[in-house]
């Protein structure tokens, strides 16, 4: 089945701890992205990666790390997080850039 | 950079009616695309529609359809006939062929009464 999966589906943290929430795709996309959902903002992206080893900055980068050592894998880091990072978070990627996204299941942080 | 803005925050919908999402966006690119995504209370995301910006022709996709006015910069979302499923937030979003970013919208939710 294809599909984006994210891991940990919820989690809580305390500030400073560090954390990282997997996403891996199996469809052989080229274009990865992560957003964050907040009330009343609608989805923000954070980082994209157009193909492997190539990331570039979103719409709100600060505070987070991305990496794309392999196709199918975009892990999303969180070095010290903060309690403004306190969000729902989506995986999501496409064929290409231009494409239609297929999105995770999404990973609800909170961050105390 | 690119912006969108959804102005209905919250819409309802007699079931069976057609009814509209107004979407409006901001670009100086003259290449982008338009997406709509449906997302229900159970949180996943659910690509419905696309519109190119050079597409002579308005999208449309089984219930969806896309009214894509480029000079006045709007793609509202139709939705014909709707079901009780339909119940759902709804997200415009906009990609520009020159920027590999993507922006949503703040979102519209729809509530289709019985």
């Known amino acids: 089945e294809a599909q984006v999966t994210q891991n940990p589906r919820y989690l809580i943290t305390v500030t400073g701890k560090k954390l990282t929430v997997t996403c891996s795709q199996n469809m052989n996309h080229e274009y990865m992205s992560w957003y964050r959902q907040d009330p009343g903002l609608g989805l923000r992206q954070i980082y994209y990666s157009m193909n492997v080893e190539v990331t570039d900055k979103g719409d709100v980068p600060e505070g987070y790390k991305v990496s794309r050592k392999e196709k199918r894998n975009f892990p999303l880091i969180l070095e010290s997080p903060s309690p403004n990072q306190t969000s729902l978070y989506f995986c999501?990627?496409?064929?290409?850039?231009?494409?239609?996204?297929?999105f995770g299941p999404g990973t609800r942080l909170t961050v105390t | 950079a690119q912006k969108i803005t959804q102005t209905q925050p919250g819409m309802f919908v007699q079931e069976k009616e057609a009814v509209t999402l107004d979407c409006t966006y901001d670009t100086s690119d003259p290449s982008y695309g338009l997406f709509w995504y449906k997302q229900p209370s159970s949180g996943e995301m659910i690509f419905l529609i696309y519109q190119g910006s050079y597409d002579q022709q308005n999208a449309t996709e089984g219930r969806y359809s896309l009214n894509f006015q480029k000079a006045r910069k709007s793609a509202n979302l139709v939705i014909s006939a709707s079901q009780l499923g339909d119940s759902a937030m709804y997200f415009c979003?906009?990609?520009?062929?020159?920027?590999?970013?993507?922006?949503f919208g703040s979102g519209t939710k729809l509530n289709v009464k019985p």
């Open positions: 999501a990627s496409s064929f290409q850039v231009h494409y239609e996204q297929y």
């Open positions: 979003a906009i990609h520009s062929y020159n920027f590999n970013k993507f922006y």
